[in-house]
């Protein structure tokens, strides 16, 4: 519903620490819509394998990122960010929450993928490990 309603900017995944609540890595999936779809019922044409093809790119390259991200070996929560327009009615057993950011991360863009109605940008930001500093 927020999403076709072109009210859903960002949906962030958070990985922390069972431990001690560190975020360890923020996966951020920025939503762009185009609000001339939205607003006024435009129909813009893109085929679903064209979509797929873009949505595998991605995939791949978010199984790709074991190569470089840090091993989590310890036990791990998550979190999902849904960032809203601010007229956004959210369910009730929802609550606010800081932006879990991580202090001097590494990040990576990924691919975009378009759908002709939402482009999704991703960016992956990831604490680096104490033991890669020194």
């Known amino acids: 519903e927020w999403l076709e309603g072109g009210k859903l900017q960002r949906i962030v995944l958070v990985i922390m620490s069972k431990a001690t609540g560190e975020v360890l890595e923020r996966w951020n999936f920025n939503i762009i819509t185009d609000g001339e779809v939205v607003e006024k019922g435009a129909v813009k044409e893109k085929s679903d394998k064209e979509i797929m093809r873009e949505i595998q790119a991605i995939m791949r390259q978010v199984n790709s990122c ?7 070996d310890e036990p791990c929560i ?3 960010l849904a960032y809203t327009d601010s007229d956004t009615t959210v369910p009730f057993t929802w609550m606010e929450s800081d932006a ?3 202090e001097n991360p590494q990040m990576v863009k990924l691919h ?3 759908t ?3 482009k999704v940008d991703t960016l992956v930001s990831y604490k680096v490990d104490d033991l890669d500093e020194q």
Do not use: E
């Not at 074991?66 to 989590?72: D, E, G």
């Open 66 to 72: 074991i190569s470089f991200l840090p091993c989590l």
């Open 78 to 80: 998550f979190d999902v």
């Open 100 to 102: 879990k950011l991580i």
């Open 112 to 114: 975009s993928f378009d």
């Open 116 to 118: 002709k109605i939402h």
